[in-house]
């Protein structure tokens, strides 16, 4: 072991508070780091001592099913700047839901559809976070992260970024490889909400002044409704991502009579299926097996009832995909980053 300490560094440390699955896995070093300096000498620390490292933000997209070898960093930079009329600098370890707020109250827009997301800024981009017909690649501008290969930032355009559906660069790249730590954002001073998302639509049909602050009150609601709080019931969103099949796939399943939701992309060639649908109608809605279950109200959801361990998730979820692969002949790609 390097003679180097970091003074804050945690040995042996239950991960059960930063993850909102809360699992009871624990690492082998854990730290949180305030500034870039205290990053730099964990990248060095980990180097040094050949150990694995992964980052993380909130913990609101990764399932631990075992203890975790190496070093965890846990990202706490802070700050948010204004630059111009209309971008933004933000710290990655800016809470996203606080940066959805301050953007409405400083009458900057573009942000509200992903109100009430879990996690942080940094990881917003990681996974192109999305909902209610709003990606985030749409208003990131730019990405500056530590190149652990490199020792050094690098700025990423948002072409460099290469953002699809949950997924970048950062996501392919091997763990450890990235650490995002400023992204800049261009947003809008004009107030022109986005209501693609059906429900979104049809709340406000009669509506002739909507405006952002009542789509993010909508959003919030839906997403009460929907989706549990990972304060009171562990969860990490979505398990799965909605699976994309060709139009002959699709065919196939419909054949089988099987009405599933779909939503052509690339001009009709492929269709985004929805995986909630696929589950609930393979009954898994409210299931449970032992204190691992999935969401009473949305059948993506996998939730902790209480002292689940990530293996008892992870086990969950691989009874439900494969149920789903006999059922339509589908493959159901984990979402969530399984460590
Ligand atoms: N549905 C069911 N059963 C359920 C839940 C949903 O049949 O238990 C049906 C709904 O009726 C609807 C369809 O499935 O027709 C889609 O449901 P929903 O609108 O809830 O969206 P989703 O496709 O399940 C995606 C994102 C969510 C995002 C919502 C809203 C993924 C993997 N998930 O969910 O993101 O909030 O759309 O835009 O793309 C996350 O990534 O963690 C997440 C929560």
Redesign the pocket.
């Known amino acids: 072991m390097s003679a180097m300490r970091l003074a804050k560094l945690l040995e042996n440390a239950p991960l059960e508070g930063h993850t909102t699955f809360g699992v009871q896995q624990r690492a082998r070093y854990l730290i949180e780091v305030n500034d870039l300096h205290e990053l730099y000498e964990a990248v060095e620390f980990a180097r040094d001592n050949h150990l694995e490292l992964l980052v993380l933000g909130g913990g609101?997209?990764v399932l631990f099913v075992r203890d975790f070898p190496g070093l965890i960093v846990i990202i706490k930079l802070v700050g948010i700047v204004r630059e111009g009329a209309n971008k933004l600098w933000v710290a990655a370890g800016e809470n996203w839901h606080d940066l959805v707020e301050w953007t409405l109250a400083n009458h900057l827009y573009g942000l509200e559809?992903l109100a009430l997301?879990?996690g942080t800024v940094g990881a917003a981009p990681i996974?192109n976070?999305?909902?209610?017909?709003?990606e985030v690649e749409q208003f990131v501008t730019r990405v500056r992260a530590f190149d652990t290969h490199l020792a050094e930032a690098v700025d990423f355009e948002r072409s460099d970024c290469d953002f699809a559906?949950?997924d970048s660069l950062f996501k392919r790249a091997p763990r450890g490889r990235y650490i995002v730590l400023e992204v800049e954002f261009e947003l809008s001073a004009v107030d022109s909400p986005v209501l693609t998302?059906?429900?979104l639509a049809e709340r406000f049909a009669a509506d002739g002044a909507v405006t952002a602050e009542k789509v993010f009150d909508a959003v919030c609601e839906?997403?009460r409704s929907?989706?549990p709080d990972p304060k009171l019931i562990g969860n990490?969103?979505?398990?799965?991502?909605?699976p994309v099949v060709s139009a002959g796939k699709l065919d196939q399943i419909r054949a089988q009579n099987f009405d599933v939701?779909a939503f052509p992309i690339d001009e009709g060639d492929f269709y985004?299926l929805?995986?909630?649908?696929?589950?609930?109608?393979a009954g898994?809605?409210g299931k449970t097996r032992g204190v691992a279950g999935v969401?009473e109200?949305?059948?993506?959801?996998l939730v902790n009832l209480g002292g689940a361990t990530g293996e008892d998730l992870f086990l969950l979820a691989q009874e439900m995909s494969s149920s789903i692969l006999q059922r339509f002949g589908l493959a159901l790609q984990p979402?969530?980053l399984i460590v």
């Open positions: 609101s997209n559809n997301i879990p996974q976070i999305g909902a209610y017909g709003v559906y949950r998302y059906a429900p839906i997403r929907k989706l990490a969103g979505s398990f799965f991502k909605n939701p985004k929805s995986a909630a649908w696929l589950l609930d109608a898994w809605k969401y109200n949305h059948a993506l959801v979402e969530v």
